[in-house]
């Protein structure tokens, strides 16, 4: 082996290990678990799967027991009581021991967001009130500091800015991968 073959090999292997590296790190930062269900459950409410995974990413990084620290439960973080009343609103059976499946989480806070997209009629507000709560929305939208038009809005909190943002992002790269 000539010391440019030698050179070349490690080279090679470098990248190698270095693009693995990458891959590792990417499905870290953005899993894809659930897809099948995602898909299906999105589908049904006329949503891009994509968003879907994207909230979930940002809400809980795909851990069906994530509990966050005002009680909101599981993937898409959802709390018991709009979990609740989404279940009744669509004519599903509603029960608090279940937030924490999978299917039963994706599906309420699917419709969840369904019914924000109605309600707003904005992804971007839908988006910023799902992390926010829709009557916090309905304030900015009637303040013209953050609402010239009533439907577009600039926030007045940086979690919700960030929160946006990173759902945007999530969106950008499950749509090349989901």
Known sequence: MTKTTFY??????????????????FSILYPIKYKETITEIANQYNIEPVMIASIINAESGFDTGAISNVG???????????????????????DSACLTEPEYN?????????YLLEIFG???????AYN?????????LQNDEYSKNGV?????????????AKIRQNVQIYTKFF
């Open 106 to 114: 994706i599906t309420l806070g699917t419709a969840y967001f369904s």
């Open 132 to 140: 926010a709560g829709p009557n916090k929305v309905k304030e900015w």
């Open 152 to 164: 577009l809005l600039s926030t007045p909190y940086p979690a919700t800015n960030y929160y946006l």
């Open 72 to 94: 909101a439960v599981g993937l898409m973080q959802l709390m018991p009581a709009t979990a609740e009343y989404i279940a009744q609103k669509n004519g599903l059976k509603y």
């Open 122 to 128: 904005d992804t971007d507000t839908a988006i910023c």
């Open 8 to 25: 070349l090999s490690l080279y090679i292997i470098g990248i190698i290990i270095a693009s693995a590296g990458i891959i590792c790190l």
